[in-house]
């Protein structure tokens, strides 16, 4: 993934990849197990949509687009494309993420009477 990005101009690192998931910004790489008695997982690797995603953060990175605005481009992309494209797991990290810097109020993204789940 960092290649591919680099073939387009892009700069990132083993470091961003981590920082990025964190976030939600990304996510984390599949890594299926080895199967029993094998000793562990086998090398993570990320769907092509999650490698588009690296491209675009890192494109908004370049252009100094903030932390907090690129935090709603996988929340959007859930609601518009679905789980397949951005696991739940990946728009919840970037909703606290973007919650943590200020930017999303809990109480106004939720009806007053839904209980949270």
């Known amino acids: ?15 961003y990849l981590d920082e990025w998931i964190r976030k ?9 197990g080895l199967g029993r008695g094998q000793g562990g997982r086998a090398k993570g690797t990320w769907s092509e949509e999650q490698a588009e995603w690296f491209e675009q953060v890192a494109a908004g990175r370049v252009n100094k687009v903030p932390v907090p605005t690129l935090c709603s481009l996988p929340v959007f992309a859930w609601l518009v494309r679905g789980e397949e494209v951005v ?30 789940c």
């Open 87 to 116: 696991p739940l797991k990946q728009v919840r990290r970037a909703f606290e993420e973007a919650q943590r810097l200020k930017m999303v109020d809990p109480e106004s993204v939720r009806p007053a009477s839904t209980p949270w």
């Open 1 to 15: 993934m960092l290649s591919r990005a680099a073939a387009k101009g892009l700069r990132g690192s083993g470091r």
């Open 24 to 32: 939600g910004l990304l996510a984390p790489p599949a890594a299926p």
